[in-house]
């Protein structure tokens, strides 16, 4: 049985696999997933004479919405009381692995894990397995080898593990999928954590003063109290903030913000901006117009905005308002690039970044 696991966030397991149902199809690979409620793990079947390795190499982890993270499942390893390393040893040597592939190991635990033991476990387990696994000839002899692979063992409880692996260049660079983010104590809201993320998965790290730096313009939509235009003034934008409730007293003493007093559905810049952003709680299809709206008309340069999905059909509302997205852009006559992510540090929403190519 060829199978991929899918990690995403708990609650999300059915968006995540019948998405990856939907691009795994249109690629020719053909399968079925079982959700496991709540854990923020699906596994997807691979029906046919594909394999699991064959639709990770032709699908793109970024291009997925709702999986943060996957690996090629490769079997469960029961672990006893005693010699748990002996016996992920024994496991991979009767499926006959190669231990040229891999040179590093992953334990990974799930998102919701509350068992302080079981997690203190896996940080020490790590180095031991490590060391078990290289002196068996199951991973290269030298840990930072370029390799094709990693090997991952994702460990449920204390008694098993599903071992598998994941493809270089086609997985998270993040522990698990996660971007844990700190909070800077000036920071206006929580929010700010969604706008440094998205920068921090969407754009390229080489090119983030290319992006952010140079002085740049920006608006946010819906701003108050200030958490994304605190993000923005950070990289030492100027920004106009609109919205009707109160900004933070803080923040508007930077001096870098205008505190436009105005609905930022209707509102418009008198000239164009480098930066949109909007985090208004509203419909998402509303939004997704509203992104539209100011890309097609060449009012910003890049954007960045939350779509608040519904509870029901959340995956079929994100088809809609994505085909809104690329139909109205294309036919502004617009080349650009949309990436989409449902964040770590977002909850009923995902992050959407578009960038209008010149």
């Known amino acids: 049985m060829q199978q991929v696991m899918l990690i995403c966030r708990p609650g999300f397991e059915s968006e995540a696999g019948q998405e990856l149902m939907d691009q795994a199809s249109e690629k020719g690979v053909f399968g079925y997933f079982q959700p496991e409620r709540n854990s923020g793990q699906v596994r997807f079947t691979v029906s046919g004479t594909e394999t699991a390795e064959v639709l990770m190499s032709r699908l793109a982890l970024h291009g997925l919405v709702f999986t943060r993270d996957w690996f090629v499942v490769v079997g469960e390893c029961e672990l006893p009381a005693k010699d748990r390393v002996g016996a992920v040893v024994s496991f991979l ?36 397995l490590s060391r078990g696994l290289r002196e068996a000839g199951l991973l290269m002899a030298d840990a930072k080898a370029p390799a094709s692979a990693r090997l991952e063992v994702l460990l449920g409880d204390f008694g098993a593990a599903i071992v598998g692996y994941s493809l270089e260049g086609n997985r998270s660079p993040f522990p698990d999928g996660i971007l844990r983010l700190r ?19 969407f754009l390229p790290s080489e090119r983030w003063l290319e992006y952010l730096g140079g002085g740049k313009k920006a608006v946010d939509l819906g701003a108050a109290p200030g958490g994304w235009t605190w993000q923005l003034v950070q990289q030492g934008m100027l920004v106009s903030a609109v919205d009707n409730g109160p900004m933070n007293p803080e923040l508007m003493a930077t001096g870098h913000v205008e505190h436009v007093v105005a609905d930022g559905y209707s509102w418009q810049p008198k000239r164009a901006v480098d930066w949109m952003v909007c985090d208004i709680i509203d419909k998402p299809q509303r939004t997704a117009k509203l992104a539209v709206e100011w890309l097609g008309s060449r009012r910003c340069r890049y954007a960045v905005f939350n779509l608040k999905l ?5 995956y079929e509302e ?38 209008r190519l010149e």
């Open 93 to 128: 040597r009767e499926i006959d692995w190669q231990g040229d592939r891999c040179a590093r190991v992953e334990v990974r635990l799930p998102e919701n894990n509350d068992d302080k033991d079981l997690g203190n476990f896996a940080r020490k387990w790590v180095a031991p």
């Open 183 to 201: 909070l800077p104590a000036s920071a206006p809201s929580r929010s700010a954590l969604k706008l440094e993320e998205a920068w921090k998965v």
């Open 310 to 314: 519904p509870m029901k059909k959340r």
């Open 318 to 355: 994100w088809l809609v308002c994505r085909d809104i997205i690329v139909r109205g852009l294309e036919e502004a006559g617009l080349n650009y690039t949309l990436k989409a992510r449902h964040l770590y540090h977002d909850r009923e929403e995902i992050t959407c970044f578009i960038e």
